[in-house]
Structures are given as C-alpha cells and as structure tokens.
C-alpha cells in the first residue's frame, strides 16, 4: 500500500498529494509518470511526477477532477493508502546544458513541467518559463516556477492575472526578441501544445510536447497510447510521453483523446445519480 502523507488544493478543482513510494521516488526523473489505481478493480489513471524527494521516499502528484475516478480520488486523505502505485513509467527528457531554454505549461501542465524546469536550470540553462490558465484563481505553482526559472511570464485568459490572452502570444513575443532559444519543453491541454508547435515552427525550434494519450498498462502491450510521430506509429507509454511536437499528428492525437468522451461523461452522471438513472 501506499500512504497519502500530505494533501493540498492548490485551485478549484486541483489537488496535490505527496505520497510515500521510496522506490517510485529512488529512480524517478523528469518527464516520467506513474500508473495508481483507488481498487483493486478500479480505473487506471497515469499522471506525470510533479516532484520526488529521493530522501524521504515520496513522489508528488498533482491533478485535476475531470472524471469519476478523479473525483474519487479528491475524496481520499492523508493516511489513506492507495494499492497500486506504479513507477516511474516513460522515458526521461532529455536534460543536457543546451543554452537558452523555453518551458511553457498550461493548465494543470504546468505541473509536469515543473520538474523539467528545475532539471534544466540545474543542468546550467538559462530557463524561460511560460505559465498560463484561465483565470488567476486556476493559477498553480507560480512561486515554483519562478524559483526553477531566470524569467516568469504569466497569461490568463480571462485577463484577470498577466498577460490577457494565451501562452502562444507569450511564446511569439520572447522568439521575437531574437535571442536563440536552443529547446522548447510545452505541457498542457493538447489544443495548446499543437498551437505552441505551429508558432514555434517557422522560427525552427525544437519543440517537445508531452502527450497525454489514453493508457491502460503503461507497458506497451495494450497499444490504447498510441500517437502517429514523423509518419511512424508509437506507443506514448514506451516511446514517450515526450515527442517532437512538429512531428505530432494531432488532428489523429485528439480524435483518439475524444473516443470515449461520451462514455466518460455517463459514467460521471451516473455515480452522481448515486448510480440511479441520469436521464431524468
């Protein structure tokens, strides 16, 4: 079993909780994920590391309620124990000195990004970091950010905090500055990291996306993960979760995301009906 040592909402609707997984947070690094589950029949979720702490044996996740098995999870608190809790799944990115470097996350991506961030300030980069949401109050981890960063920029949607628009504008006005960026790292909602790719593709910055495909098993068996890069098919599980964001196909990534859209929202209906019948 694992505990749940500490919890905290962080925004209306996104949770972090630390839990205690020594060998999860031994050999975990940024970029990877892990695979829980609430029961032993319950749902697989995956969720990227937000944190580890080598030292004290815990691992920081951060997500947000967008389903039953989500909502399920919220509910749960400190010195409750999750029984599966798998990890760390996927490759690592690719943390080098590479100079200049761009990190964009939006959403409740700025949690995965966080960590990529601070690996690569630790690596000697110089770390721009984009963060953005819908409203200031959905905000999370700005301080964090700040701290993994030489430079903050802030967009809100709703124009309540920052910069009033998207992270992209952002994106576009710090490559219009004519410093060169080496790699750009963009994590969020995956309408926003096709539209990050398409601003950064005329000025031919690598950009790396980290997909968020279905996924059952995390191993490569199931094939639910699979997304279409440079041509090639590839399991987000094994392959990634990182790729070449100007490589994607997302008009398939995002048909794929959507398939069981609707089932999703019947579940949720009917376990808010207390498992009756939604339909009155």
């Not at 700040?146 to 490559?175: C, I, M, N």
């Not at 990291?193 to 199931?222: F, H, K, Q």
Request: with cysteine; charged share 25%.
């Amino acid at each position: 079993m694992y505990p749940i040592l500490s919890k905290k909402p962080l925004a209306p609707s996104i949770t972090l909780m630390e839990i205690e997984a020594p060998e999860v947070a031994r050999k975990a690094r940024a970029g990877q994920f892990v695979i829980l589950r609430l029961s032993e029949n319950g749902e697989r979720i995956p969720l990227t590391i937000a944190d580890f702490d080598r030292q004290r044996g815990t691992v920081t996740i951060i997500f947000q309620e967008v389903g039953y098995t989500t909502g399920q999870l919220a509910a749960f608190e400190p010195g409750d124990a999750l029984p599966d809790f798998v990890g760390p799944l996927g490759l690592p990115s690719e943390v080098e000195n590479y100079g200049h470097v761009v990190c964009v996350g939006g959403g409740v991506g700025i949690a995965p990004v966080y960590p990529i961030a601070r690996a690569l300030k630790e690596a000697g980069n110089e770390v721009t970091a984009i963060v953005g949401a819908r409203s200031k109050d959905l905000l999370i981890l700005e301080e964090e950010m700040r701290g993994a960063s030489d430079r903050l920029l802030v967009a809100t949607d709703d124009g309540s905090y920052g910069h009033k628009g998207f992270v992209t504008d952002l994106v576009k006005q710090v490559l219009d500055e004519g410093r060169p960026v080496a790699r750009l790292w963009a994590v969020g909602p995956m309408i926003m990291m096709r539209n990050v790719a398409e601003v950064t593709r005329p000025y031919g910055v690598r950009t790396i996306v980290s997909l968020n495909p279905i996924m059952v098993d995390g191993t490569g068996m199931c094939g639910a993960c699979r997304v279409v890069v440079g041509g090639r098919a590839r399991f987000a599980c094994v392959d990634g979760p990182e790729f070449d964001g100007h490589e994607v196909d997302w008009d398939l990534a995002m048909r794929r995301l959507a398939m069981y859209r609707e089932e999703e929202q019947q579940a949720l209906a009917f376990h808010r009906n207390g498992g009756g019948c939604a339909c009155r």
